[in-house]
Nanobody, 124 residues
């Protein structure tokens, strides 16, 4: 079983960048398909990005395509999310998740393991 801990969140201005990191322990990130989700106050958890277990396939939510990039650092056993051109509507708690399914899923259902989340706040 894998344990996930997110970091890298913070307060930034619109147009700036942040890089989120998700450190894994217990198992290697290469053993799972991985994903990022976010949840704003009063809203449902939203798909952001995912990467297949093989690392060959990525998927992105429509609202972040072209701005966010998901990647996996196997050497450091972590998942990354590079977020560029941030907008106020990107403000949310961002969660890292792992799935034993090999595909780059776009819903929460296949993801069995979750981190505690990291807050990202984008001011206008």
């Amino acid at each position: 079983q894998v344990q996930l801990i997110e970091s890298g969140g913070g307060l930034v201005q619109a147009g700036e960048s942040l890089r989120l990191s998700c450190a894994a322990s217990g198992r290697t990130v290469s053993s799972y398909a991985m994903g990022w989700f976010r949840q704003a106050p009063g809203k449902e958890r939203e798909f952001v990005a995912s990467i297949s277990r093989s690392g060959t396939t990525t998927s992105y939510g429509d609202s972040v395509k072209g701005r966010f990039t998901i990647s996996r650092d196997n050497a450091k056993n972590r998942l990354l999310l590079q977020m560029n051109s941030l907008k106020p509507e990107d403000t949310a708690v961002y969660y890292c998740a792992a799935s034993t399914s090999p595909i780059a899923a776009v819903t929460t259902f296949p993801f069995q393991f979750w981190g505690q989340g990291t807050q990202v706040t984008v001011s206008s």
